[in-house]
């Protein structure tokens, strides 16, 4: 497995779930994890904070910074930026982890919980790719990765959760568009999403209910998955929106069953987007 010591990595909305996982996981490997996110404080029903997932890391020997950031304000993103510079000098990968979700039609959705989800889903892509990409060239290129699906036009992603769908979508066709836009820096652009759902907070109260969980697999498929995109050399993978368990049968992997968050557990429940067998 490669090494990532002396590299450094942002993940946006690292202080719990699949960010938290993805950090505890390439901070395994050696890397440098900047945990950006808004929780800086304990929240009454969400467990974990920037500051947790950093004592974690740091636990390990590796490093960590914490960085409250929210990634809908233009500021704040840039202040991360300048940083991780400031900190590191160096950037080698950007997760756009940070997501959120309101599985509702479009007569349902109230007008700001769209915004919400467009802000958070999509411009901050923009947002963090605009920022973070001086940094990421200086230090000879790297990998953006975007938690986003597959484009799948089947209407009924679109009749049931229109505005969470676009939103969604619009980051994979980001992804698209900057692994062209980005492909003469050496900067390789994909998307990751799960072929299951994931036991995290946002299927909990968003997607389903904690019931869900007995047919979900843990964040750590995700952050497996995650590792070994950002393990691969730029010029082989790019511009692809990649599903977690496809992805690892690519490069060789053929047991999942760890990943059951119920221990023994042989059908799972696939996640939106995602045709069901």
């Known amino acids: ?18 960010g938290r996982a993805m ?19 304990p929240h009454p029903k969400l467990p974990g904070t920037i500051h947790s997932v950093c004592d974690e890391i740091l636990a390990t020997g590796q ?14 993103v840039q202040q991360m930026a300048e940083r991780v510079e400031a900190e590191f ?8 982890n940070a997501g959120a979700i309101r599985l509702t039609n ?11 989800m467009f802000q958070v889903n999509n411009r901050a892509v923009l947002l963090c790719a605009q920022a973070l990409l001086p940094l990421m060239r200086r230090s000879g290129g790297g990998h953006i990765l975007n938690l986003s699906p597959p484009i799948n036009l089947d209407p009924k992603w679109f009749k049931d ?61 995700m952050a497996d ?8 050399p730029t010029t082989q993978l790019s511009g ?3 599903v977690d368990e496809d992805l690892l049968r690519r490069f060789g992997q053929t047991q999942f069953d760890h990943y059951a968050y119920q221990p023994g557990t042989t059908e799972f429940f696939t996640d939106l987007f995602l045709d069901r067998p």
């Open 63 to 76: 490093r960590a910074l914490p960085l409250q950031l929210d990634v809908r304000q233009e500021a704040s």
């Open 106 to 116: 479009v007569e349902c959705t109230p007008v700001r919980k769209y915004d919400l």
């Open 161 to 221: 959760y229109g505005p969470y769908t676009t939103t969604k979508y619009g980051m994979s066709m980001l992804t698209l568009g900057m692994a062209e836009e980005f492909r003469g820096d050496n900067i390789a652009v994909n998307s990751l999403w799960p072929k299951t759902t994931i036991a995290t907070d946002a299927v909990k109260y968003e997607a389903g209910g904690e019931q869900l969980f007995a047919v979900s697999r843990t964040p750590q498929i």
């Open 1 to 18: 497995m490669l090494n990532l010591e002396g590299k450094v990595y942002v993940i946006t909305g690292a202080s719990r779930g699949i």
């Open 240 to 242: 692809e929106l990649l």
């Open 23 to 41: 950090a505890m996981k390439l901070a395994s490997h050696g890397a440098a994890v900047v945990v950006a996110a808004k929780s800086d404080k």
């Open 89 to 96: 000098g160096r950037l080698d990968g950007l997760i756009n």
């Open 225 to 232: 998955a995650a590792y070994t995109i950002l393990s691969q």
